[in-house]
């Protein structure tokens, strides 16, 4: 007789939900043997009981597909009976009480008339109880953790990610997954040193060109360029990856200061309208001879005056969208400016008409002296 298969349903966050529909949406996980699964489903209101089993059968339908296309089967040799939704009874009944209390809140603000209009009951993780937690083995307690982090990094709560991922990779040290998050993680945190271990487990395990750029890109942010250029040139030999190689290329070009402009513009003329995305969405102006030098930095009221804007704040908005580049400390609360860096933005930003706009400089917008403290120490200095 076939021995059954466990599944275990994770946590189930409320994603969205329209009052003129009648509808929401729900995010839910679960694993199976060595299997983390993120799924939705989208339900129309109705009776608790009812959405909970629709949930559930719509789990066991997605188990049953993940089975099929790992078994490179069209239908896997399995019945609902040889599923067996670990702790049944208990996962019913938090789920069923978890859309009561949606229910109620969407029903309440639907008829409040422009009262409240958002439902405070976001979440459920089956797992969170500490009696619940201790019964379950290592290997699921690992997928129990990862989930947590990855559910955190849907929120963009990096910190809180990398907490959750920290304790799933004590189970799993090697997991890629897992250390794939957690890199992407560290990465959003600006620690990029402590990602590289992860980025290169990743790349041990799945060498793709995905694993390469990124392991590339985080070596570039800590001024290993050697290593880089190294992996730049596996790329460029084993891979079909020749414009996003370039673009690489080009950006490790800019942070050792020479070159880059002549990659960019032979880019530029392949396929103007991918490069222009990619400028604005991936491109680091950041020069990390400046990390150091805070008093190399220019205020917001000076950078506003070079980049002739009106008012410091027009600046700073944009800074904070990542549409200029800059270093906000949060502890202190200040954002600063290196000139290098803006200089470098005007002209790349019109060279590639990236915005469709001319920026221009106003040196004589700032002072002699404001424009000497702009300089890094000769022995330090970076060439462009």
Known sequence: MQQPLNVYLLSIYLKKWSYTDNRIALNYSFCFNDMYVRNRIEMRIGVPTNLMNEIINHLIFRVKEELAKNNDEEEPDINNNNINLVNDAEVKRKLTAFLSKILKEFNYNKRSRGKSRMISTRSLDFFYNDFEYEQITDDIKFFVHLNRGVNKMNGELWENAVDDLTLALEFQPNNIYANKQMAKSLINLEKYKEAIPHLEIYVQQEQTPESLK???????????????????????????????????????????????????????????????????????FKLPSYAEHEECMWNAATAARYLGFDRPFDLTKRAFNDEIP???????????????????????????????????????????????RAKLPKKRRTKN
């Open 214 to 284: 990124e392991l590339a890109n985080a070596y570039i942010r800590i001024g290993e360029y050697k290593k880089a250029e190294d992996l730049y040139k596996n790329l460029e030999n084993n891979y079909d990856e020749q414009l996003s190689v370039a673009f690489g290329r080009a950006q490790l070009a800019y942070r050792m200061g020479k070159g880059y402009r002549q990659l960019l513009d032979r880019l530029y003329k392949t396929d103007p309208d991918w490069f222009q995305e990619k400028l604005k969405n991936e491109w680091d």
């Open 326 to 372: 800059s270093y906000f400390d949060s502890e202190k609360g200040t954002i600063r400016f290196v000139k290098t860096e803006l200089d470098a933005w005007v002209d790349i930003m019109n060279r590639y008409h990236v915005d469709g706009v001319v920026y221009k400089i106003y040196k004589d917008a700032v002072s002699k002296e404001e424009l000497n």
